[in-house]
């Protein structure tokens, strides 16, 4: 099994496709992330500069330093991961299954001294640890493009976040990837596996998305529509009560997107949606759990039928 994960990390990087999406993720964020890093180290230098003209002039009363948030350095990486970095799952997912089938290689892989689920297993380690890796090398180059360049103060629990952040990028990756490889296993035509996947993709991860946020009665006017009627919170749920299935189907149709998960606890971790700035890492994380296990769950009950279609039939090995 350890040899069979091996050999996907190897093969991944024969895959002219995984190594295109791979390279353009990488570029898209180490751009990103310096920009943004430049973007903070410009606040800084500017709070820093107000500071030194008042203190030339005299003054004791300094104004208290803005929230520079160095986290907001990585908060175009979840567009990126979740454009890139899911396709890029879905090719390491698909391949891993149509490449043995093409060449023949799986019957004589599973005439040696490993079962089924074995061999499955060690197909979705070598790509798992493969996009830990990924996840990792990109929350180094975005710790250390802020740290160098941004020179903004950061604290542990920045690093935490940050951290915390890049393992649900990883879980969303993860979901793709299964989601990959559990559609080569039932579908035998390796490249309508992968269209098929890529359809199920664009749905729950775009037109879900856009589904929720154009029928959320709040968003039909520019700054929301409740606050633009002067209604507070008290009054804007007593109208929200009167559209109860309205909105449960709104809510249900955006549940079914991964991507909506994503974005919810990972902004939260990164400050860059409100409400979260003082909690700690661990916090944003007790909060958003529901968030955090929406993206968990499906990745478990994926390879668990994975695992049970490739245990049952033997049609398997033909394409």
Not at 57 to 85: H, R
Not at 235 to 261: A, M, N, W
Request: overall charge positive; some cysteine; charged content about 20%.
């Amino acid at each position: 099994m350890l040899i069979l994960a091996k050999k996907e990390m190897i093969d991944a990087f024969r895959n002219k496709l995984f190594i295109t999406l791979l390279s353009m993720l990488f570029l898209l964020i180490i751009v990103s992330v310096v920009l943004g890093s430049f973007q903070i180290k410009i606040n800084v230098e500017s709070y820093n500069q107000s500071v030194s003209i008042l203190k030339s002039l005299g003054k004791t009363e300094l104004p208290p330093p803005p929230s520079f948030n160095p986290l907001s350095a990585s908060k175009n990486f979840a567009n990126y991961i979740g454009l890139l970095g899911a396709l890029m799952a879905i090719v390491l997912g698909n391949a891993s299954i149509v490449k043995e089938r093409r060449g023949g290689t799986m019957r004589l892989i599973l005439s040696r001294q490993i079962y089924r689920d074995g061999f499955l297993n060690g197909k979705v380690i070598g790509n798992l640890v493969l996009l830990m890796l990924i996840s990792l090398f990109s929350f180094v180059i975005t710790l250390l493009a802020v740290i160098v360049i941004s020179h903004a103060p950061i604290t542990v629990d920045d690093i935490t976040r940050q951290g915390l952040f890049f393992v649900i990028s990883f879980l969303y990756m993860a979901f793709f990837l299964l989601l990959g490889l559990f559609m080569a296993i039932l579908v035998r035509d390796g490249n309508k596996a992968l269209l098929i996947t890529v359809m199920i993709w664009l749905i729950i991860s775009f037109i879900f998305p856009q589904i929720g946020d154009t029928m959320d009665m709040d968003n039909q006017l520019p700054g929301g529509f409740f606050a633009s009627m002067g209604m507070n919170k008290a009054d804007s749920q007593k109208v929200l009560d009167r559209f109860k299935f309205y909105e449960s189907l709104r809510d249900g149709i955006e549940e079914c997107s991964p991507t909506k998960h994503y974005e919810r606890a990972g902004f939260a971790l990164l400050n860059v949606k409100t409400g979260f700035d003082k909690n700690t890492a661990l916090e944003v994380v007790a909060i958003k759990w529901f968030d955090v296990a929406a993206l968990l769950a499906p990745c478990i009950i994926l390879w668990l039928c994975a695992a049970m279609i490739l245990l049952r039939r033997e049609d398997i090995f033909e394409e």
